[in-house]
C-alpha cells in the first residue's frame, strides 16, 4: 500500500521521501502526519546518526500545501489547537540528529519552512524557492517559524510580500543553502554531506543541538552561564573518553554513542 511518506533506513541514516509526485510533493495531513512519525522513529533508533527529508522525483521537492478542492490542507478540526504542521515543528524541535534537506526541485510555500526545520540543506542547480502565499490572500505565518533564524529580515520581507521565486544561487547566496549543484551530482553531494556528519561523534552533536536551541533566545550573560555548564557535562562523556582516546592514539575513534 502507498503512502505519502516513505521510511527507508539506510545504514545509520533515516531517508524521510514525500511521495506525492503527482502532486509535486505537496503538504497534506498525512505528510506531515508520515514525517513527524518518521522523526520520531529515527529519534527512538539509536543507530540513526541523520535523517535525510526530500521528494519524489526530479521536479519537486515540496511545492507547498496542496491546494486542490478536495485537499483537507486547509481543513481544521477547531477542537484541536494544534495544527499539524505545527506538530511536525514542535518534534523537529525536540529532534537532537542532524536532519539535512535533499532539494531535488521546486521548494515552495510549505516546502520552504520544511526547508527551514533542516539543520543543513543541499540543491540541485535547477531548485526555484518561494512564498507565494500573498498571492492567493495568505501569509506564511508558520514557515517564519523557522526562516526567520535563517534569513536576513530584509531578504525574507522581500520573499514574504512579493511572493516572486529566487533560483538556487540566489537562495545560496543569502544563506538558505549550504550548497547547490547540478542536478546529476545531488545524490553524491548529499551522501557526501551525510558520510562527515556520521562519522563524528553522536554524542557530541546531539549535546549541541540542544545546546543550540537553548541559547537562541538568551542574552550574552546567559548564554557564557549555560555554556560553561555544558563543558564538563560533555567532559563526562563515553564519546569524549574515547575520541580523546583515539587523537592521543592516532587512530580513528570508534564511538559508543553514549
Known sequence: MKTDVTVEKRGNVQWLTIDRVEKRNALNPMVMDGLREGLLQASADPDIRAVVITGAGEKAF???????????????????????FAKLQRVVFQTDIPIIARVNGSCMAGGMGLLGLCDMAIASDNARFGLPEVRIGLFPMMILTTLKRILPPRQLNELCMTGDPIDAQHALSIGMLNRVVPADELDAAVDALVNRVIIRSPTAIRRGKYALRAVEDMTIEQTIAFTESQVPLAAMTEDFKEGLSAFNEKRDPDWPNR
Not at 515540496?62 to 499539524?84: E, H, I, K, M, W
Open 62 to 84: 515540496c511545492a507547498g500545501a496542496d491546494l486542490q478542492t478536495n485537499a483537507t490542507t486547509f481543513t481544521f478540526d477547531y477542537s484541536d489547537p494544534r495544527v499539524p
